[in-house]
């Protein structure tokens, strides 16, 4: 888990770079830095649980920097949204930037898909408010790193394999 919160960490430290805002790319940043925190000391607390043996305290220790690490990956991923709607600006030619870039648009494209869906079939009341319980969720970052990806004949995952983990292993 701490491995893969390093994942996200870089995930988001090339998406600010890409951000066009200001703001959202400093709330990217930021939001990096403290997941960046919380994955390492999620990853001391580990080896530490590991060395030392099972102890309730060292367990519950571990569970809660766990979900911290959660947490945070939740709000680095909504700024990750937040920079992908206001725009990114050309990826620099680095593979790793470009796939993030792709993974944002894919995000962006699905989002706006529902959007326009829920604008043509959207069922409303008297007063002209939409109907929340025949609504579906908006399309999150969260939901598109969370589903399995889609099932290729003879195409692989991901391009070439590199040395240490890209921003997308895995992904997300």
């Known amino acids: ?61 571990l569970l809660s920097n766990a979900q911290n690490l959660v947490r945070a990956v939740r709000h680095l991923l909504r700024a990750a949204e937040a920079a992908s709607v206001k725009g990114l600006g050309q990826p620099s030619p ?13 995000w962006k494209k699905n989002l706006f898909w529902h959007r326009a869906k829920e604008a043509l079939n959207s069922n409303r009341d ?22 399995p990806p889609p099932q290729t004949r003879n195409i692989p995952k991901h391009p070439s394999p590199r040395k240490g983990h890209t921003a997308m292993d895995r992904h997300l």
């Open 94 to 106: 680095d593979p790793e930037a470009e796939e993030v870039a792709a993974f944002c648009l894919q």
């Open 1 to 61: 888990i701490a491995s893969d919160g390093q994942v996200v960490v870089r995930f988001g430290h090339v998406l600010a770079k890409q951000c066009l805002d200001q703001r959202c790319s400093t709330e990217l940043l930021r939001a990096s830095e403290h997941t960046h925190t919380l994955s390492s000391q999620l990853g001391i607390v580990a080896r530490v649980k590991a060395v030392t043996g099972e102890s309730k305290a060292s367990s519950e220790l």
């Open 126 to 147: 008297e007063l002209g408010l939409r109907k929340t319980r025949e609504a579906k969720a908006e399309p999150t970052l969260m939901a598109l790193v969370q589903e």
